[in-house]
């Protein structure tokens, strides 16, 4: 998440309470996800749909966020 974006800019973002919080959130989900889809991580099809949807949620509020934080 956020590969286009200078590195500096980001940690910068993570002063921010929110941002830091949403950012280690979605890198915790995207892991799991990985995990599940990798058969790593025993997962039914509903939690699995769930962590997928609140990962999604996460990054929007991420983009958002970096949007106002940044300009």
Not at 25 to 37: G, M, N, T
Not at 45 to 55: A, F, I, P, V, Y
């Amino acid at each position: 998440m956020f590969e286009g974006q200078p590195q500096e800019e980001v940690e910068a973002l993570m002063t921010h309470p929110e941002f830091k919080r949403l950012y280690q959130r979605h890198k915790q989900l995207d892991k799991q996800v990985l995990d599940a889809e990798l058969g790593v991580l025993p997962i039914d099809d509903t939690t699995l749909g769930q962590m997928k949807r609140e990962k999604l949620l996460a990054k929007d509020r991420l983009t958002r966020l970096y949007e106002v934080l940044h300009h």
